[in-house]
């Protein structure tokens, strides 16, 4: 079993009458919470194999014709929900043993969509044990921008030091890219040797879908409407991605240092942000937006997260651990303040150290 399909315990036996991940996760099994969901996950992933396959017969049937711009969104949303049923296979909430759940993770991700699921399941574990540590979690690390004015020694080239000064609206230009960077990500892991297992397999299905992908666009468009249709499909694919995970955790707190300070439960819980349930936000986040219960439970099934919320919601703060949670407008919000904070923090040490080396 994988870190990523663990819950662990607390590093720290809890004092009296502070949250305690055995008790709550307890209180999660006892109400069925925990269970797999097969009817639920076969439907979902029928229906969402129907759905692209309709996005690519639409992109046939319509042809030589600038409204497969339209096509182009479409598919970005469906390309955006095959990866979250990638995300949930390799958490183990499809199936509780690794092979079938790599056979749905590797065909979602890097088959249908591109999207390297070797890399992935390392890197989200990874992301999953240290969630908003400044040197340890990936999803930080990955990032143009940076979440705290010590990193600002990490971005010192001119383009580096504008993306910084800006970073409170360039992130969100920047995850126009995110979709490429996703696809590049397998082959790059593969170099450095990240990839852990079935890096030949992995290796094969991406370059098969990119071929694939290629060969369709520019045999069915002409040139000009093919490199558009590109651009689009991939940009909204990586703004969608990015949507996606960026209330998760952005604009909560940070912390740095080799050796991980915080217990299991309370790291989880300061640097998760939930997003308000509704029925909209389940389907486009893919449970994503219960950030809170899939981090003290990665393998619960989707299906049961919006059922879990108010009961850990309760058990938290009874216990006395804070619960963010916030609309979705108000949470793209807080991430842009909490960027443009740290980048008038940078401006402010900038102008100390010039005021400084006049002296």
């Not at 590049?184 to 593969?190: F, P, T």
């Not at 981090?295 to 299906?303: A, C, K, T």
Request: proline share 5%.
């Amino acid at each position: 079993m994988s870190a990523l399909d663990r819950t662990p315990g607390p590093t720290a036996p809890p004092g009296p009458g502070t949250a305690n991940l055995r008790e709550l996760t307890e209180l999660v099994r006892q109400a069925g919470l925990m269970e797999s969901r097969p009817v639920y996950y076969t439907l979902k992933i029928v229906t969402n194999l129907l759905l692209l396959a309709a996005g690519w017969t639409l992109f046939a049937l319509i042809g030589d014709s600038w409204w497969q711009l339209a096509v182009a969104v479409f598919l970005a949303v469906c390309f955006g929900q095959t990866d979250l049923i990638g995300h949930d296979a390799g958490h183990r909430q499809i199936f509780r043993t690794r092979r079938p759940g790599d056979v749905i993770g590797y065909t979602h991700g890097n088959l249908l969509t591109g999207v390297s699921f070797g890399w992935w399941v390392g890197h989200h574990t990874k992301h999953h044990n240290y969630p908003n540590h400044l040197s340890l979690d990936p999803d930080i690390l990955r990032r143009q921008v940076i979440f705290d004015a010590g990193d600002r020694t990490k971005r010192t080239g001119p383009a580096g030091r504008f993306i910084v000064r800006h970073q409170a609206w360039m992130f969100y230009v920047l995850i126009l890219m995110e979709g490429l960077r996703l696809h590049a990500s397998g082959y790059v892991a593969a170099r450095k040797g990240a990839l852990k297992r079935y890096v030949l397999l992995d290796l094969v299905l991406l370059t098969l879908h990119l071929a694939a992908y290629l060969t369709v666009v520019f045999t069915v468009l002409p040139p000009g409407i093919a490199i558009a249709f590109i651009v689009v499909h991939q940009a909204v694919f990586g703004f969608y991605m990015g949507l996606m995970f960026a209330p998760n955790h952005k604009g909560l707190p940070v912390r740095d240092g080799e050796q991980e300070e915080l217990d299991w439960l309370t790291r989880q819980v300061i640097t998760s942000r939930n997003l308000m349930p509704h029925r909209v936000t389940d389907f486009f986040y893919g449970g994503l937006n219960y950030q809170i219960e899939h981090h003290l439970f990665p393998s619960m099934p989707r299906r049961s997260l919006r059922r879990a919320q108010p009961l850990v919601k309760e058990y938290l703060l009874r216990n006395g651990l804070p619960y963010a949670e916030e609309r979705l407008l108000r949470s793209y919000l807080n991430v842009a303040d909490h960027l443009g904070g740290v980048s008038d923090q940078v401006a402010a040490l900038e102008r100390d150290a010039s005021v400084q080396g006049a002296l």
